[in-house]
C-alpha cells in the first residue's frame, strides 16, 4: 500500500520565517509534486520533480523552492513566509511517466500570521 | 492558460439521481491523461477514475463513468444512483507533462 506521508497537519508561522514542509513517499516513485490549494482555486502546481535532484517549475513557483537530495523525500521551502502563502498544501507522487495515479499526502495547513 | 476549466463551483442532486460534472481541459500533447479525484470533508484526495487520450472506449469504475469527448477536449465525470456519500468536492485532472488540477466543484447529495 503506497503510503505518502507529510511532516505536519497544522503549521503557524511567523512572517518572514522560514518553512520546511517534507514529504516522504516509500513505493520508489520517480516523480513527485507539491500543490497549495485554496478555495475556488482548486489545486496549483508549485513545483515537481522527475528524479533526484531535478525540479521544474509548475504554475506557481514564486516565493518557494523545492529539494531533492534523496528519491524518497521532496521538501517545500518558503524562503520567508507571507500571509497570502497561508494555504493547504499537498504533495502527491506517481511511478514514473507511463503511471496514471497519483498518491496524495494528507496535507499540510499552514497559516502564517 | 488554464489547463482544466470546471465551470460548475457547486451542485445538488437528489439521493439515487445521476449527476453530471463537466470538464473542459487544454492542451497540445497527443498523449496526456484525464483524472477525476474526489475530496471528501475530511481532505484527503481520493482517486475515482482514469482515461488516457488513447483510449477508444469512455472509461467506467462502478457508478463512475468518463464520458471522454475527445474533438470537443471534454470529459466530463457521470456519477450513477448519488448516494449520501458522494457530498463532497470533484477535481478534474490532467496530466501532460505535469499534473493540473481544475478549481473543483462541490457536490451536495440530498435525501
Known amino acids: 500500500d503506497v503510503k505518502v506521508t507529510q511532516s505536519s497537519r497544522y503549521l503557524v508561522k511567523r512572517t518572514g520565517e522560514k518553512v520546511f514542509l517534507e514529504c516522504v513517499q516509500d513505493m520508489d516513485h520517480e516523480n513527485m509534486f507539491w500543490y497549495r490549494q485554496d478555495p475556488g482555486l482548486g489545486l496549483r502546481l508549485i513545483y515537481f520533480?522527475?528524479?533526484?535532484?531535478?525540479?521544474e517549475k509548475g504554475d506557481i513557483p514564486e516565493g518557494y523552492s523545492v529539494s531533492r537530495e534523496k528519491k524518497e523525500r521532496f521538501s517545500l521551502i518558503l524562503e520567508s513566509a507571507s500571509t497570502n502563502q497561508t494555504s493547504m498544501y499537498l504533495c502527491a507522487s506517481t511511478e514514473g511517466a507511463s503511471s496514471y495515479e497519483q498518491y496524495f499526502g494528507p496535507g499540510t495547513r499552514l497559516t502564517v500570521t | 492558460a488554464q489547463k482544466i476549466t470546471q465551470t460548475q463551483p457547486g451542485m445538488f442532486v437528489q439521493e439515487k439521481e445521476a449527476v453530471t460534472l463537466d470538464c473542459t481541459y487544454d492542451?497540445?500533447?497527443?498523449?496526456?491523461?484525464l483524472f477525476w479525484y474526489k475530496q471528501p470533508s475530511s481532505g484527503e484526495m481520493i482517486f475515482l477514475i482514469y482515461q488516457g487520450s488513447y483510449d477508444q472506449q469512455n472509461a467506467t469504475e462502478g457508478r463512475y463513468s468518463l464520458n471522454f469527448q475527445k474533438a470537443r477536449k471534454s470529459a466530463n465525470l457521470v456519477i450513477s444512483a448519488s448516494q449520501l456519500g458522494d457530498s463532497a468536492m470533484y477535481f478534474c485532472?490532467?496530466?501532460?507533462?505535469?499534473?493540473?488540477f481544475g478549481a473543483g466543484t462541490t457536490v451536495t447529495v440530498r435525501a
Open positions: 520533480s522527475y528524479d533526484v535532484k531535478m525540479k
Open positions: 492542451t497540445s500533447d497527443p498523449s496526456y491523461g
Open positions: 485532472a490532467m496530466r501532460d507533462l505535469s499534473l493540473s
